[in-house]
């Protein structure tokens, strides 16, 4: 029996700013944007990202890899191929998967000592041509 | 037509007049007479990895890419006789052959042998010495058209000139090196914290042939990495967690492919400063720059050495090198960092980013006056002089 999986391939956030201050011990209240795929198909995630900015041309290029049937939660702070995302600017953010896939954003912020999380919604994003 | 050459990270380009490959001896002899009879300079471009002009001209820039391979083998000595062009990765595969290997090799493989023997590039070990010290004997084009040889035994002084030379001497045509029988390898790749990793820093130094350590600004993670010959240095690191780890022939196993490309400022400085300056380093990367910094720092150690221009000159080293992608912005970030190195006494790397010159230099190298003897013996009339390295120089 087929079994069945969830997602979309195309997905796209448009609230992205990783914060630049931080406190407490690191790497866990590290301020930071985590981003969580979820690959619920039999086959490997490849998912293509883009970063968008307010003032400067898209950088494209960044590859995740999802292993099937598992979720993979990495911080986009540490991306820096092919560049690192500045910390402090806002940007948005398109993630296309060559298979169906779930897709959350989550940022901390411990700027202040009195922690905050908060958790970003990430649309699925048909595209046009 | 023209001809632009670049760097591998793209932040040296020039155009020359002309782009030479000879494939033979006499060839070299022939293009050095020539650019001798037409007065012109002559530069000499190995894998283009370094990020500073050493290999700038308006002339004739030289490339060594036909001049590949094993031309020679001692078996008594473990001497191999490798062409100037013969890379890293390529001189790993002609020794094995033989049974041999080098004694060490830096991250990146992409390097020729003479470029990297020139600019004094090292790879890690406590007790190992950087990659120039495998160089017993060479054949070079001096800057009057003569093709001369030296070896350590008959020309101590001049083999400690020509170890570390950044192609002032002459062109290399022939490279002797001092290998040594290959035995199999064991790398080892482990996450932690940098607290951790600090803490424990003189022990997986002193205990592994081989420890790199990699801190990630973004998050004070570390990632520690040991190569040891198979039965020999830490078995495990408890405090760690483990990541990767293989087992072969040290060619294949300590570089690591990297395709993104960078651009690096690394400092060799005294072996006990180290820990001190790396955690000057990083108060201020996470004071000022990670906004815009996320490539890691890497921290590494090398043996000491009698070369003239040896960056470990005479000195147990820690190297520390900064990073950042090459399509951002990394001089600020570079000349903030760069008074930190100098305050712990730092030489620079020569084929990486400096903003050091001649006066700064006469500082750090006391056999800096020896070197400009032998190279003003060795080419008086400046053929293999650039602008660049007449600023290093100061001439």
């Known amino acids: ?129 | 037509m023209s001809n632009e050459w670049t760097n591998w990270s793209g932040s040296v380009r020039f155009s020359p007049e002309e782009i030479a490959a000879p494939a033979s001896e006499r060839g070299v002899v022939e293009l050095v007479q020539q650019a001798i009879a037409q007065r012109k300079g002559i530069r000499i471009v190995g894998a283009g990895h370094s990020s500073v002009p050493l290999v700038q001209t308006n002339h004739v820039l030289v490339s060594q890419h036909k001049l590949k391979g094993a031309v020679g083998h001692d078996p008594a000595s473990h001497r191999v006789n490798m062409l100037p062009g013969t890379s890293i990765s390529e001189a790993g595969e002609e020794l094995i052959k033989l049974k041999l290997s080098m004694h060490n090799t830096g991250d990146v493989d992409m390097q020729y042998l003479a470029g990297a023997f020139g600019t004094g590039t090292h790879g890690s070990g406590r007790t190992l010495q950087n990659l120039s010290s495998m160089l017993v004997g060479c054949k070079l084009v001096d800057g009057t058209g003569e093709l001369r040889s030296f070896s350590l035994e008959e020309h101590p002084d001049i083999m400690r000139a020509a170890k570390v030379s950044l192609g002032a001497l002459g062109f290399f045509t022939e490279l002797t090196i001092q290998a040594e029988p290959a035995v199999l390898y064991a790398r080892k790749e482990y996450c932690s914290h940098i607290d951790v990793s600090l803490e424990h820093l003189e022990e997986l130094i002193d205990s592994n042939r081989m420890f790199d350590m990699y801190w990630y600004p973004r998050s004070d993670r570390t990632k520690l990495r040991t190569c040891n010959q198979l039965g020999e240095g830490m078995d495990d690191i408890p405090f760690a967690e483990k990541a990767e780890q293989s087992k072969g022939w040290l060619y294949e196993i300590l570089p690591q492919f990297r395709d993104l490309k960078y651009e690096e400022m690394e400092y060799i400085i005294p072996l006990e400063a180290g820990p001190e300056c790396f955690r000057e380093i990083r108060k201020r990367i996470k004071e000022k720059h990670r906004q815009y910094v996320g490539w890691r720092v890497l921290y590494r150690t090398i043996a000491a050495d009698d070369v003239y221009l040896s960056p470990f000159y005479n000195q147990e080293s820690v190297t520390i090198a900064v990073l950042q992608n090459n399509e951002l912005e990394y001089k600020k970030y570079f000349d903030d960092i760069e008074p930190i190195f100098r305050a712990y006494g730092g030489r620079p790397h020569w084929g990486k980013k400096h903003s050091l010159a001649a006066r700064d230099f006469q500082e750090l190298y006391p056999e800096w006056e020896k070197f400009l003897k032998i190279r003003q013996q060795f080419d008086p009339e400046g053929i293999f002089l650039n602008d660049y390295l007449k600023k290093i120089f100061g001439l």
């Open chain 1, 1 to 129: 029996m087929k079994s069945k999986t969830y997602g979309k391939k195309s997905w796209a956030f448009a609230g992205g700013c990783i914060p630049v201050d931080s406190t407490g011990k690191e790497p866990d209240y590290v301020s930071q944007e985590v981003l969580s795929i979820l690959n619920t198909t039999p086959e490997e995630a490849l998912v293509q990202l883009t970063f968008f900015y307010t003032d400067k041309e898209p950088v494209g290029g960044y590859e995740i890899k999802v292993a099937p049937q598992r979720i993979r939660m990495f911080s986009i702070n540490d991306l820096i191929d092919p560049q690192a995302v500045p910390l402090g600017v806002p940007y948005g953010g398109v993630l296309e998967s060559n298979v169906p896939v779930v897709v959350q954003l989550t940022r901390q912020h411990t700027g202040q000592s009195a922690l905050a999380l908060m958790g970003i919604t990430v649309y699925q994003a048909d595209g046009n041509s």
